[in-house]
């Protein structure tokens, strides 16, 4: 039973060739965006650093508070070494 190649192939190298470009044709387009979605992007990446900044000033400031209270932030006690001069 022979069988007759499909005269239609192509080689895969052409087929991968050809993926590439269309991949680089697609990469090429650039979309415009609405100037008030830009606007409101920015406003939404600002507001979420200040909350960020609000929530780890909040955070650090409890957090030595509870250090002060537990006593972790109070120097040790040092003894005072007699060198017997």
Known sequence: MNRIP???S???DNHLVESEENENDKMEVIESYNPETKVMLERFI??????GLVVG???????????????????????QIDLGK
């Open 46 to 51: 600002l507001m979420l650093i200040a909350v």
């Open 6 to 8: 499909n005269s239609n």
């Open 57 to 79: 000033a909040i955070l650090s400031v409890g957090v030595v508070y509870i250090l002060d209270k537990t006593g972790f932030t109070t120097p040790p006690n040092q003894q």
């Open 10 to 12: 192509q080689p895969l």
